[in-house]
């Protein structure tokens, strides 16, 4: 059964069916910056093959269906329902995994920058990504979120200051980007020592939660609110 076409957005592919986001990641598809855009202009400006791209996403579907595993409809949860998930699953893991990546990039750009130069590289990357993502996910807490939440002010217009927070999401999406092509897709060389393939391991899960996380609020909450 065919469930989604090259006519449909990949951000609302993933709203409808989260699994799909690791197909869509796997061949470097946008679901969240870019989540507006149809999937078969993506699979025809990058060149893949469309007709396999969407066999996978429709055959997990069913798959996942006929497994009657859950899938959240987050478009039909409440803001506070996607706030609370947003803080617990995505800003938390993001105070505990940044400064561990801080340590190990680092120590691993030290150790092998001499023979593997781009680690340089992804280790000055990750440093203003972190430093980008602690101040984006504060200012979320502390003064956006409470407002979504409050009936009294939800009402005057936050649009100007969301987008600001979505220009952040894209400028984070992009180093992210940046570090991933710069690790050939997160795959540590044959060199490569344990930690050296801890880091990359940290990274592609760093990659993954926080592509998950720009999902979740482009897509579906902010989008409530322009």
């Not at 990641?25 to 791209?53: A, M, N, P, T």
């Not at 990359?200 to 897509?219: A, Q, S």
């Amino acid at each position: 059964m065919t469930i989604f076409t090259e006519n449909d957005r990949t951000g609302e592919i993933v709203i409808r069916f989260p699994y799909a986001s690791q197909l869509l990641r796997q061949y470097k598809i946008d679901f969240c910056c870019s989540g507006d855009r149809r999937i078969g202009e993506v699979i025809q400006e990058r060149e893949l093959d469309g007709e396999k791209i969407l066999n996978e996403i429709n055959a997990h579907y069913e798959e996942q269906k006929q497994l009657h595993n859950v899938i959240i409809d987050w478009k039909s949860q409440a803001n506070e329902t996607i706030i609370n998930h947003i803080i617990d699953t995505h800003h938390n893991y993001l105070r505990s995994i940044l400064p561990e990546l801080e340590q190990l990039t680092l120590k691993v750009a030290k150790v092998h920058g001499k023979h593997h130069p781009e680690l340089i590289q992804v280790q000055k990357l990750f440093k203003t990504m972190q430093a980008d993502l602690l101040q984006h996910i504060t200012k979320e807490e502390t003064y956006i979120f409470p407002k979504i939440l409050d009936s009294s002010v939800v009402s005057q217009n936050i649009g100007n200051e969301i987008a600001l927070l979505e220009d952040e999401h894209s400028s984070s999406g992009a180093l992210l980007k940046s570090i991933h092509e710069l690790t050939d897709d997160f795959t540590a060389p044959m060199d490569a020592c344990n930690t050296f393939k801890l880091t990359y391991l940290k990274l592609d899960e760093l990659e993954r939660n926080t592509f998950n996380h720009i999902h979740l609020e482009n897509n579906i909450l902010f989008p409530r609110f322009h």
